[in-house]
């Protein structure tokens, strides 16, 4: 099985753990290399948001290498047409699981991969329904403080956290990482990728 076509490595524009966990999971060998881009758009639907934030990303670290394959990716949650991203602090965090207790919301993610040499690039988006639990304002106040680098402020892959009831969709591109949009993606650069 091949990894990536020969003389292209993979670059993950991303410093997300989870992200790296799920490449790692499929089989890929890649490095890390965060964009650190802005993430402000005057874009409103958010299928377009995570797609132009993915390839504005992974287009950053292209321009910073001359060889390679570089995979970027942005996830939003929306919650009745309101997009919530990363929580800014812990009472941000608090206030946005306060929101998603109990109700239904949709989660978007972009990809894109940029060959770095041929600047060719393939964009891509992903989006799941999530069904959360109603849980007390105690569990509340105790997720808020875990995951502050997350969109919607939760983790769907924590077990401790229970606060996931039901998914819809493609369980990783809840995580940050749409798997079959990426390996038809990838594919088109001749790399493929395990079975999730």
Not at 114 to 136: C, H, L, P
């Amino acid at each position: 099985m091949r990894k990536a076509a020969p003389g292209r490595p993979i670059v993950l524009a991303s410093a997300s753990p989870r992200r790296s966990g799920l490449l790692r999971q499929w089989g890929l060998k890649f490095r890390v290399m965060p964009s650190r881009v802005s993430e402000n758009t005057k874009l409103k639907k958010p299928s377009l948001i995570v797609k132009e934030l993915a390839l504005r990303k992974a287009l950053s670290v292209a321009g910073r290498i001359s060889v390679g394959l570089v995979i970027g990716a942005d996830t939003i949650v929306v919650l009745k047409g309101e997009i919530i991203g990363k929580p800014s602090g812990e009472k941000d965090a608090e206030n946005i699981l306060s929101q998603l207790n109990g109700t239904s919301h949709r989660v978007y993610s972009g990809i894109a991969i940029v060959d770095a040499a041929a600047g060719t690039a393939v964009t891509d988006y992903e989006v799941s329904r999530v069904k959360m639990r109603r849980i007390a304002a105690a569990d509340i106040k105790r997720l808020s403080k875990k995951h502050m680098d997350k969109a919607g402020a939760y983790a769907i892959q924590e077990k401790s956290d229970a606060f996931v009831e039901k998914i819809e969709g493609d369980y990783f591109n809840v995580v940050g990482l749409p798997y079959e949009k990426l390996k038809k993606a990838l594919a088109k650069f001749g790399v493929v990728i395990k079975k999730a």
